[in-house]
């Protein structure tokens, strides 16, 4: 019995030296890994912002692009039929969509879905005005019939986009 009191004088204290270190090595590890974890967060928010800014920026500009008064100056060219006209803008958002279509991964599902809508309406615009003119119509009648139907729109999808980006880059940012 003198024994065991003996042996248990000694082990004793160094179990609860041991368990006690045991729990501040467990408590200063985990610690540790919360540090590590918030760095490579803050680490990884530093590269992941410019990126996610600029996808906003190609969005917006894709926007811009395909928005019905900017397609038509930019691809009219003098003398094209309102046939020809029609296969280059549709030609031109498709383009440009594919072109741009990536950045859909930085972009809620909500507003991407808004800039497909808005694509779609652009595309529904252009061939409804197309299908509305005779087929010797012109390209330049084509151009004004559609500039003059923007015109009269308050605000047209890719507008409605357009802000519905800029208020998830002013609500992420």
């Not at 879905?113 to 252009?126: G, Q």
């Not at 012109?138 to 151009?143: D, F, Q, R």
């Amino acid at each position: 019995m003198e024994v065991a009191l003996e042996i248990l004088k000694y082990v004793l204290p160094s179990v609860i030296i041991f368990v006690g270190v045991y729990f501040i090595m467990q408590n200063f590890m985990e610690k540790e890994q919360k540090k590590m974890e918030f760095r490579y967060k803050t680490d990884n928010l530093k590269l992941v912002t410019p990126v996610k800014l600029q996808a906003y920026e190609r969005v917006i500009l894709f926007l811009e692009r395909i928005s019905l008064n900017n397609l038509v100056m930019r691809v009219y060219k003098k003398g094209m039929s309102a046939k020809d006209l029609q296969a280059t803008m549709l030609t031109a958002i498709r383009t440009e969509y594919e072109h741009n279509m990536a950045q859909q991964l930085y972009i809620s599902s909500r507003t991407w879905k808004m800039v497909k809508s808005a694509r779609e309406e652009t595309v529904k615009v252009i061939n409804s005005c197309s299908e509305q003119l005779n087929n010797k119509a012109s390209g330049l009648e084509l151009s004004q019939f559609i500039i003059e139907l923007v015109a009269q729109t308050e605000k047209t999808p890719t507008d409605v986009a357009i802000e519905a980006l800029k208020k998830e880059v002013n609500r992420a940012f």
